[in-house]
């Protein structure tokens, strides 16, 4: 099926680090979600966007719906250990045949530095 | 209960058996939502319901593949004659009502092996 080009594929973070991770897609979406999946466990909401140009925070991490309704970013500030996971976006479009469906990224997988 | 609860956790099965996998949604929530998962992939839709109709069956991978939701609660996903290409983990989430600012929450999924 139809994904989202999520980058990076995967990256090390250093305790106190900045993390910056983005998707983009060659269609419009209505809505962007970024969640946060961690071993044996399903994804975690982590910040919804509706709406063009919207940025939202959620303590550390800031995410943003890009203004060509395309793409997305989350940042995180002042990484720490529990930041380590997997984090996908998900897009979904308010018409089409795909409409209401989530569509997912393939992950960045955050690990810390060794 | 609190969250999306999915069972078994994990699931050890021979080719060519029947599997039944079992979401149980949030309490009130009336749209309930299938994905798979595959090693280092992200979520792929398979189908969703709105009460206990499925309107958008469309990412189911066969006819192998079939889900049901009986009293607008749980709903429960069959896979026939599995294959060994069934391995993955498959999630299921629900939202309150299907609508785009609506989130949906997973439960922890069901961990599938075809040996």
């Known amino acids: 099926g139809q994904q989202l080009n999520q980058s990076p594929q995967s990256m090390f973070i250093q305790e106190g680090e900045d993390v910056s991770m983005n998707c983009t897609s060659s269609?419009?979406?209505?809505?962007w979600l970024w969640y946060k999946q961690d071993p044996g466990e399903g994804p975690v909401l982590l910040i919804a966007l509706y709406k063009a140009g919207e940025l939202t925070s959620n303590g550390r991490l800031t995410a943003q719906f890009g203004i060509t309704r395309k793409d997305s970013f989350l940042n995180i500030s002042a990484s720490i250990p529990s930041d380590v996971g997997i984090y996908f976006c998900a897009g979904q479009r308010k018409y089409g045949g795909s409409q209401g469906n989530l569509i997912f990224g393939k992950g960045t997988k955050l690990s810390v530095k060794p | 209960g609190a969250g999306v609860s999915q069972s078994p956790s994990n699931k050890v099965t021979e080719k060519g058996k029947d599997v039944e996998l079992r979401c149980d949604p949030i309490?009130?929530?009336?749209?309930l939502y299938w994905y798979r998962q595959s090693l280092g992939q992200g979520l792929e839709f398979l189908i969703y319901f709105q009460g206990n109709s499925a309107p958008d069956k469309s990412g189911l991978p066969s006819d192998r593949f079939s889900a049901e939701r009986t009293g607008g609660s749980v709903s429960t996903l069959t896979i026939q004659r599995t294959q060994q290409e069934d391995s993955a983990v498959y999630l299921c989430?629900?939202?309150?009502?299907?609508?785009?600012?609506?989130?949906?929450?997973f439960g922890d999924g069901t961990r599938l092996s075809i040996l």
């Open positions: 269609s419009i979406f209505n809505t």
């Open positions: 989430a629900s939202s309150l009502v299907r609508g785009m600012n609506q989130p949906q929450h």
């Open positions: 309490s009130g929530h009336t749209a």
